[in-house]
């Protein structure tokens, strides 16, 4: 991992600090997140501008913006360790040069989720399917119908951009952007 961060760093620095741009995070108001009278559903409602839908990557020098996706946890299933490195992609490493440093992330005690993580995609809205979201003032929603009573559930959505190549920074894979935190059923997070 390390030597990956340096390797981040190194191209970092060769682009003169000009890194690939993702698109603008969506908006989240306080009231954006609404229970059901019944409890059995919670919608989400953010909002993101035919602007940024439009906006062109100075870097491509085109409109790259390709979808909504909504992300999700809750206080319930609990996990360890190995869970939350796979859900992050990362492994252990064990080491033995200088040294023995073998872990076993299977073992360990199991964990509540918290707003922290680990976050698991519940909906990958393309752009062709967002008018199915849309509420024709520049907000969207979408109904999670799969709640318990009872339960803490953390939400975010983020915008993401279609993989493609520019000048700079030659093939770029498709970047999303950093997260707006919802805390659903609670007062103040």
């Known amino acids: 991992n390390t030597q990956q961060v340096?390797?981040?760093?190194?191209?970092?620095?060769d682009w003169d600090w000009n890194?690939?741009?993702?698109?603008?995070?969506?908006?989240?108001?306080s009231d954006g997140i609404a229970n059901s009278a019944d409890?059995?559903?919670?919608?989400?409602?953010?909002?993101?501008?035919?602007?940024?839908?439009?906006?062109?990557d100075p870097d491509k020098g085109e409109a790259d913006f390709a979808g909504f996706r909504i992300y999700k946890t809750s206080t319930t299933p609990?996990?360890?360790?190995?869970t939350i490195m796979t859900a992050e992609g990362v492994s252990?490493?064990?080491?033995?040069d200088g040294g023995s440093m073998v872990?076993?992330?299977?073992?360990?005690?199991?964990?509540?989720?918290?707003a922290t993580g680990p976050y698991t995609m519940e909906l990958d809205i393309p752009l062709a399917s967002i008018g199915d979201y849309s509420n024709g003032d520049g907000t969207y929603t979408w109904i999670d119908e799969k709640v318990g009573?009872?339960?803490t559930y953390w939400y975010y959505v983020s915008a993401y951009d279609a993989a493609?190549?520019?000048?700079?920074?030659?093939?770029?894979?498709?970047l999303e952007s950093y997260y707006t935190m919802c805390y659903s059923m609670q007062d103040a997070p």
């Not at 609990?78 to 190995?82: D, E, G, K, L, P």
């Not at 252990?92 to 033995?96: E, I, T, V």
């Open 6 to 13: 340096a390797a981040n760093a190194r191209k970092a620095y």
């Open 19 to 29: 890194l690939p741009k993702p698109p603008a995070a969506p908006s989240i108001a």
């Open 39 to 56: 409890g059995n559903s919670i919608s989400l409602t953010w909002s993101y501008t035919d602007g940024k839908i439009a906006a062109v």
């Open 78 to 82: 609990r996990y360890n360790s190995a």
């Open 92 to 96: 252990a490493d064990n080491l033995d």
């Open 103 to 114: 872990g076993e992330v299977n073992q360990g005690t199991d964990f509540t989720a918290s």
């Open 149 to 151: 009573i009872g339960l």
């Open 164 to 174: 493609g190549t520019d000048p700079v920074h030659g093939n770029v894979p498709s």
